[in-house]
Nanobody, 124 residues
Framework: QVQLVESGGGLVQAGGSLRLSCAAS????????MGWFRQAPGKEREFVAA????????GYADSVKVRFTISRDNAKNTVYLQMNSLKPEDTAVYYC?????????????????WGQGTQVTVSS
């Protein structure tokens, strides 16, 4: 089992920045690729970013490329999502997820474990 706890969400004005953190406990963190997803009210959960277990491979949704950066610190069992130039359409609950194996994925059903989510609200 892997337990995931997100933090760092909040209210920010458009153009601002936030850094989300996801702390993992349980099984060896470095054995898992990690992903960030988000879900806005009335919408399906969508892929945001993912990173391989070693951190050498990353992927992003087109809507967040250049603005968001995913990273991980395996010594701290933590994955991060740096979000810059935030827009009102980035408003959502953000979830981190863990996928057994090395390769990242943009498909929610590929992930084995999920956190409880953290709210990000961007005001215009």
């Amino acid at each position: 089992q892997v337990q995931l706890v997100e933090s760092g969400g909040g209210l920010v004005q458009a153009g601002g920045s936030l850094r989300l953190s996801c702390a993992a406990s349980g099984r060896t963190f470095s054995g898992y690729a990690m992903g960030w997803f988000r879900q806005a009210p009335g919408k399906e959960r969508e892929f945001v970013a993912a990173i391989s277990w070693g951190g050498g491979r990353t992927g992003y949704a087109d809507s967040v490329k250049v603005r968001f950066t995913i990273s991980r610190d395996n010594a701290k069992n933590t994955v991060y999502l740096q979000m810059n130039s935030l827009k009102p359409e980035d408003t959502a609950v953000y979830y981190c997820a863990a996928r057994a194996g090395s390769w990242p994925s943009g498909t929610p059903s590929d992930y084995n474990y999920w956190g409880q989510g953290t709210q990000v609200t961007v005001s215009s």
